[in-house]
């Protein structure tokens, strides 16, 4: 059933190539790779993925799993989900849609509900631009330069004055409860704490309908018409919903992924009109926070496309307020970010609309790397003409440059700014040395240091069960496995051995013991074969009959100090068949 049909998936997918839309990876050893963590944030990677066994685990915080496990933790999913995401994304068609439980299936058909309850707003939105009621909504639009096709590939539209034209349109394809749940209505709560009657949350606006990334809306920013306190904020936003998180979208996502891919980098702007203007005139890797603040979910987003994004948000306060927090943020998850300043203090779209496209284009590429940007802005700050401002200047750069998490670019970044500033470098990389401070992640630290046999045979242990090599170390283990007791490996080979499914990882549920394993599944060279495995054996043998032989000598001088010859010459016999199976054993001594 619907576990077989994860293990078909399983058996198609690289999990390099599905981890790596969202974590940039690199080489590290001859079958793994690494990257930054995605799951906690991190300067130095410390998270792993192995090639050929197909798990990823990480160093730092912990996570660990196979290709299901990291989609469900990223894309925040139930294991169905999971495994139907990495299918489509494969190309692997899907057996008959299976719910593994009754609330799967309700929430599944709540989320349908609500995405044919967007699209019909949208088409309705869009219906209502063009109506006698939609003339001035038509006119803003032609005011800032958009053309009837333009405005139909983004699908803007009009929402009427009225309460409950909306309500009315869509209450025959859905119950009161969807209606509520859509964010598309508002409602007052009554004295009895239900709420009342629905009506239109956007009203007398522009609509601009949010899509997610496959291009299906799940939300709407929508700009008022009017000004004044009557009309509310000039952009209201959809809320919270089942279909969408604000911190979680970009908007243009869906039309800019393949552009960012091409270009090499994002354009970041703050408005959709900016991003609906820069896109028209030629820009495609355009995205926008539109009216909410930039997280870090919105750095992972971008990170699966490019780790470039050039910034260009409004030169008013709030914009570089924003720009600020958004470049600090890019600049923690060790994006290439640079900024772009458009004369006169304008914003993309109104450049555009002077200026013309090509000015823009030569705006972009005259973008300024973030540190040349940020020196300059210090300098007009702080003219460093005395040793003061000079002090301050610095003072104001060296959270930026802390910030950096490669040492190479942050260590050029502080000795760019002290040139310019008149610094001695060598004063501001003394500045710098508190940041450097390496925080060592705590996991790998209490990761005890084990033998090459020890790794051998976690490495056999760890392979399919129905591989030679798992075959040949259990049948060594249950033969000698005396031989085996006291070893820091003793208790995740027993959790291997009696696990009923192929992937190691999930057999292992200690943090500690997960660690090691994965450490030395990541540290392989060459896959172990049977005879690696009967080597491993006997030298663990030959340790354990070392260490026998010590306790053994012990015990019997104890033995012989107390006078007790039966025990004496018990131990003594034990002792000898160890020696003689030490001499025959030719190898390792
Ligand atoms: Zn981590």
Redesign the pocket.
């Given at each position: 059933m619907a576990s077989d049909f994860a293990q078909l998936v399983k058996q198609q997918v690289d999990i390099v190539k599905i981890i790596g839309d969202y974590v940039r990876l690199k080489k590290a050893g001859a079958q793994n790779l690494s990257g930054l963590?995605p799951?906690?944030k991190?300067k130095s990677p410390?998270?792993s993925v192995h090639a050929t066994r197909q798990f990823f685990h990480?160093f730092?915080?912990g996570?660990s799993g196979d290709v299901f496990s990291f989609i469900q933790k990223i894309e925040n999913v139930s294991f169905p989900e999971a495994v139907r995401f990495v299918a489509q994304k494969c190309g692997i068609p899907l057996p008959k849609r299976e719910f593994s439980s009754e609330e799967e299936a309700q929430e599944g058909r709540q989320r349908a509900k609500l995405l044919e309850l967007h699209e019909l707003a949208t088409a309705w939105f869009e219906e209502q631009l063009r109506s006698p009621e939609g003339a001035l909504a038509r006119e803003y639009l032609t005011g800032r330069g958009l053309k009837p096709e333009e405005i139909q590939k983004f699908r803007i539209g009009y929402a009427p004055e009225s309460f409950h034209a909306l309500r009315e349109r869509l209450q025959s394809v859905a119950d009161q409860e969807a209606l509520r749940l859509s964010g598309l209505f508002a409602f007052k709560e009554q004295e009895d704490g239900k709420p009342g009657p629905l009506y239109s949350r956007f009203r007398k606006r522009v609509t601009f309908p949010i899509a997610n990334e496959s291009g299906r809306v799940i939300a709407f920013t929508a700009r008022a018409l009017e000004a004044g306190e009557k009309a509310g904020p000039k952009y209201l936003n959809s809320p919270e919903t089942p279909l969408y998180s604000k911190g979680n979208v970009l908007f243009n996502l869906d039309k800019a992924r393949q552009a960012i891919r091409e270009m090499g980098y994002a354009l970041l702007v703050e408005g959709q009109m900016d991003c609906i203007s820069v896109y028209l005139a030629g820009v495609k890797g355009v995205v926008a926070t539109s009216g909410t603040a930039f997280t870090e979910a919105h750095t992972r987003l971008l990170s699966r496309y490019t780790k470039r994004v050039v910034v260009n948000f409004d030169p008013d306060d709030a914009g570089s307020k924003a720009a600020e927090k958004a470049i600090a943020l890019l600049t923690e998850e060790d994006f290439e970010v640079r900024i772009v300043t458009l004369d006169g203090g304008l914003d993309p779209d109104r450049y555009i609309r002077e200026h013309g496209a090509q000015a823009y284009f030569a705006a972009i590429r005259g973008a300024k790397r973030l540190p040349d940007f940020l020196i300059e802005r210090a300098r007009q700050l702080f003219p460093p003409v005395t040793a003061a401002a000079k002090v301050e200047a610095l003072n104001f750069l060296l959270p930026h440059i802390r910030r950096i998490p490669n040492r190479i670019t942050r260590v050029e970044f502080a000795t760019d700014a002290a040139q310019k500033l008149g610094i001695d470098s060598a004063m501001v990389r003394e500045e710098l040395k508190e940041a450097a401070v390496k925080r060592r992640d705590s996991l790998s630290q209490t990761v005890p240091a084990l033998s090459e046999a020890e790794k051998v045979l976690l490495r056999a242990f760890a392979a399919a069960p129905s591989d030679p090599v798992f075959q040949a170390a259990i049948a060594g283990f249950d033969a000698e496995e005396a031989h085996f007791e006291g070893l820091t490996i003793a208790s995740i080979l027993k959790k291997l051995r009696v696990r009923t499914a192929v992937d190691p990882m999930g057999a292992v549920d200690d943090p500690v013991e997960n660690s090691m394993l994965a450490q030395v599944l990541l540290g392989e060279s060459e896959p172990v074969d049977v005879e690696h495995v009967a080597a491993a054996i006997e030298t663990l043998r030959h340790r354990y009959f070392e260490r026998r032989q010590r306790e053994l000598r012990a015990a019997i001088a104890e033995a012989e100090r107390r006078s007790d010859s039966a025990a004496v010459v018990q131990l003594t016999a034990e002792k000898l068949s160890i020696d003689r199976a030490l001499r025959d054993s030719k190898h390792f001594s």
């Open positions: 963590c799951f906690h991190e410390s998270f990480c730092g915080c996570v």
